[in-house]
C-alpha cells in the first residue's frame, strides 16, 4: 500500500509481424497458450540472467505462443549493475533481447 511504479521511459524491441485477419489463416483448434511473468530477471548476486533463461526454456517446452514479459529486468539498485561497464539500455539490448530474439 502506498507504492506505486512508474515507468520513465519504453524500450521497445523487434516490432510485431503484421497481423493477418482471422478469415485469412488458417484458425488452429490447439489452445492458445500464453505465458507472461514479471521481473526482475536477475539473481541477486549477478547479472546473467539465469531466471530469465529459465523462463525462456519453460516457453519453448511449452510451445508458448506469445511471451509477455513485465520489468523490471534488473533492479535499478543491483549491486553488478553499479560495477557494470555499461548503461541499462545496453545492457537490456545485449543480454535480454538477444535472449529473447533467439
Known amino acids: 500500500l502506498g507504492h506505486t511504479i512508474r515507468a520513465s521511459r519504453v524500450l521497445c524491441g523487434s516490432p510485431p509481424p503484421n497481423a493477418v485477419p482471422p478469415s485469412e489463416r488458417e484458425i488452429s483448434p490447439e489452445p492458445f ?19 530469465l533463461d529459465a523462463l525462456l526454456e ?32 545496453d545492457l537490456f539490448e545485449q543480454r535480454v533481447m538477444l535472449k529473447v530474439e533467439a
Not at 34 to 50: H, K
Not at 62 to 74: C, E, K, S
Open 33 to 51: 497458450n500464453v505465458i507472461t511473468a514479471t521481473g526482475p530477471f536477475t539473481c541477486s548476486d549477478d547479472l546473467s540472467f539465469a531466471p
Open 58 to 89: 519453460q516457453a519453448t517446452s511449452r510451445r508458448a505462443l506469445a511471451l509477455v514479459l513485465v520489468g523490471p529486468f534488473v533492479e535499478a539498485d543491483h549491486p553488478a549493475l553499479a560495477a557494470a561497464e555499461v548503461g541499462y539500455e
